[in-house]
């Protein structure tokens, strides 16, 4: 029995390669998650940028919280089984009138997983439409192998290496994914997609959480990753800690440290060693 998703998403999932929209928690409380991230950014003096973009689900508590959400755990488990991880997470913040994009790609080509059993939960805490830049998918694409890519490194792409698919993508297939705040897509690893610019007035600005079951391995180097739910029998992962409060020095120690190994993995080949590496963007994403 599924503990949240109908059959007919956990079809459409299986399927599509992704399912949307899910409502996983009210307009408010993403409202309430967008307003603590732009304190933040207003103390710090500008938007999260570099290294804070990723894995922040280890610097923030309201984050580390969101991670563990019932309702996005939930429908993680009806994909995936009860033994969860949480691999990684990433801001993708689009400013208004902007020309960041992210190119056609499938997440799974750097990331160094033994697997494709990886699912994205991409939380809107703004609305995300044709309007904004909001991301866009080639349905039926997950069910491809590793498509081969290759690295741009475009100025104005989110992407670590500004990878694309190096094949033609029937751009007319593509369907968008529009959510409002507080709902949730679901996308496989091997799913085909991307975003346009944000030509609006406001931010765009979506969370990504990449999920695995604990089955999981990191070939690429050593990892870490949070256990969100059940027993990890697996141990290809150092576990993660869970932060008590937001940028704990301790956390933010341990996290420069994870992020930077974690930058080796998706950066491996290139002339970039770190997120804040002045030849990567400081706003790139994944
Ligand atoms: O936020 C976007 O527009 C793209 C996100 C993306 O590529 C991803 O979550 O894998």
Known sequence: ?????????????????CVFPIRVMPQADAAEIRGRLEEFEKKAGGPLKGDLRHKSHLLFSWLGDLVRND?????????????????????????AHNPAFVSWHQDSTYWGLDKPDVVTAWIALTPSN????????????????QIPHRDTFAQNNLLTRGQEVAVEVDERQAVTIELEPGE??????RLVHGSPPNPSN???IGFAIRYIPTSVAQIAGDDSATLVRGVDEHHHFELEPRPGRDMDPQFVTLHKQITERNAQILYRGTQVKSYNDPKALPDRAA
């Open 130 to 145: 044709k309007g904004n830049g909001a991301m866009g998918f080639i349905p039926g694409t997950h069910t491809k192998d």
């Open 202 to 204: 406001d931010r765009r």
């Open 184 to 189: 949730m897509s679901l996308h496989h690893v």
């Open 1 to 17: 029995m599924p503990k949240i998703l109908t059959q007919a998403q956990i079809d459409q999932f299986w399927g599509d390669g």
């Open 71 to 95: 309702n996005i755990v939930d429908a993680i488990e009806d994909l995936y089984g009860p033994n969860l991880l949480c691999w990684t997470t990433n801001f993708f913040i689009k400013e």
